[in-house]
T-cell receptor, first 111, second 114 residues
Framework: DVKVTQSSRYLVKRTGEKVFLECVQD?????MFWYRQDPGLGLRLIYF???????EKGDIPEGYSVSREKKERFSLILESASTNQTSMYLC??????????FGQGTRLTVV | DQQVKQNSPSLSVQEGRISILNCDYT??????FLWYKKYPAEGPTFLIS?????DKNEDGRFTVFLNKSAKHLSLHIVPSQPGDSAVYFC?????????????FGSGTQLTVLP
């Protein structure tokens, strides 16, 4: 079974803090993704990576950056957290098949 | 602009009856479609998929139908069970940049009433 693990289930951060969300997958997948889920908006892609040190912007990259130093790990960074970044963050990985496998999600609240 | 649309934000169905969740898409180049199920405070889990060369795919209680001329797909759950209550997302892979991504609809909250 593919396992995608996100480092935290729940986080509360203050406005202006730098926030790191970590994601690890154990299936040697090339592709990894960060989405956020908001009510009525579905899953929106923030960034993705198709190889180590390679990254591309998704639909809503503003205010975020990413890091992929190792194949199994993909980190999402909120440079200066703001209240409109309060959301559910979902990491996913995908191999050769079309379906992506998701982590359990991180519910981030910025106060 | 959303390429995959789910126009019904919610659906309530009685236990044992059929649940039909709908999804429309705009990109005729999509060659594959997926359905995901999501419980609160959990990540989405893959449910069932269909290739664009087929018009139906069945897996137990779940069947997905694809109507390419109408650019429409639907997920049928028969019989519906209370444990099926979740948000359902349809998704399609597309190529952008150097990798294939998944674009998702906005989701439909299914509630199965006991």
């Amino acid at each position: 079974d593919v396992k995608v693990t996100q480092s935290s289930r729940y986080l509360v951060k203050r406005t202006g803090e730098k926030v790191f969300l970590e994601c690890v997958q154990d299936m040697d997948h090339e592709n990894m993704f960060w989405y956020r889920q908001d009510p009525g908006l579905g899953l929106r892609l923030i960034y993705f990576s198709y190889d180590v040190k390679m990254k591309e912007k998704g639909d809503i990259p503003e205010g975020y950056s990413v890091s992929r130093e190792k194949k199994e790990r993909f980190s999402l960074i909120l440079e200066s957290a703001s209240t409109n970044q309060t959301s559910m963050y979902l990491c996913a990985s995908r191999g050769d098949r079309a379906e992506a496998f998701f982590g359990q999600g991180t519910r981030l609240t910025v106060v | 602009d959303q390429q995959v649309k789910q126009n019904s934000p919610s659906l309530s169905v009685q236990e044992g009856r059929i649940s039909i969740l709908n999804c429309d898409y705009t990109n005729s180049m999509f060659d594959y479609f997926l359905w995901y199920k999501k419980y609160p405070a959990e990540g989405p889990t893959f449910l069932i998929s269909i290739s664009s060369i087929k018009d139906k795919n069945e897996d137990g209680r779940f069947t997905v139908f694809l109507n390419k001329s109408a650019k429409h797909l639907s997920l049928h759950i028969v019989p519906s069970q209370p444990g099926d209550s979740a948000v359902y997302f349809c998704a399609a892979p597309y190529s952008s940049g150097s990798a294939r991504q998944l674009t998702f609809g906005s989701g439909t909250q299914l509630t199965v009433l006991p």
